[in-house]
Structures are given as C-alpha cells and as structure tokens.
Nanobody, 124 residues
Framework: QVQLVESGGGLVQPGGSLRLSCAASGFTLNGHAIGWFRQAPGKEREGVSCISSSDDVTYYADSVKGRFTISRDNAKNTVDLQMNNLKPEDTAVYYC?????????????????WGQGTQVTVSS
C-alpha cells in the first residue's frame, strides 16, 4: 500500500526558509515521477515542482523558480522541497504526490497517490 507522509511545514516570516520532506512507505519512489503541489484557501490545487521518473526533467511553477528546489534521496526514500525567500503568497497546504505510471508532468490530475498535506504559513 502506497503511503506518503509530508513534514516540515510551519509558520515562517517573509524571506525565511522551510524544507518540506515527503517520506514514502510501501513503495519505492526511485523510478517514479513525484511532485509537490499546494492549495490555498479558495484556490485550485496547483503544481509547484515535480521531478520525472528518470530524474532528467524537473518542473517549477513560474512563481517559485529560483526560490524552490526539489530533490530526491533514494537511500531515504524521500523527496524534499527546499523553499527559500518565502512570500505571503506561498501560504498554502502543501502535498506530495506520486503515480505508478506517468514518467513526467506536474498537473494534479496526473497523480493518484497523495499525502495528507502540511500547512505552510508565511506571515509577519
């Protein structure tokens, strides 16, 4: 059974940093596409950053380019999202997700397995 658990969210001031981690169980992330998504109140869930199954394609939403970095640690079976220079508009619940079949892409509809989410709040 595929299970994903996010951690690392919290409250941070504008300009600060957080590192989110997604741990998988019952499933090996290596060789599968995985992504980070977020959903703010009243908004649709959006792709933030995704990495392809072969690690050769990385996607970042325009709003986070240059500030966020996705990385996969196969030894730990985790995928992290380093978030720097956070802005109030980054406030949202962040989810990691994976899928058994797709090789690349960062649209929420492509992904079947989701974690429960972790809250990120950027506020002074």
């Amino acid at each position: 059974q595929v299970q994903l658990v996010e951690s690392g969210g919290g409250l941070v001031q504008p300009g600060g940093s957080l590192r989110l981690s997604c741990a998988a169980s019952g499933f090996t992330l290596n060789g599968h596409a995985i992504g980070w998504f977020r959903q703010a109140p009243g908004k649709e869930r959006e792709g933030v950053s995704c990495i392809s199954s072969s690690d050769d394609v990385t996607y970042y939403a325009d709003s986070v380019k240059g500030r966020f970095t996705i990385s996969r640690d196969n030894a730990k079976n985790t995928v992290d999202l380093q978030m720097n220079n956070l802005k109030p508009e980054d406030t949202a619940v962040y989810y990691c997700a994976t899928d058994l079949f797709i090789s690349t892409g960062c649209h929420p509809a492509y992904y079947d397995y989701w974690g429960q989410g972790t809250q990120v709040t950027v506020s002074s």
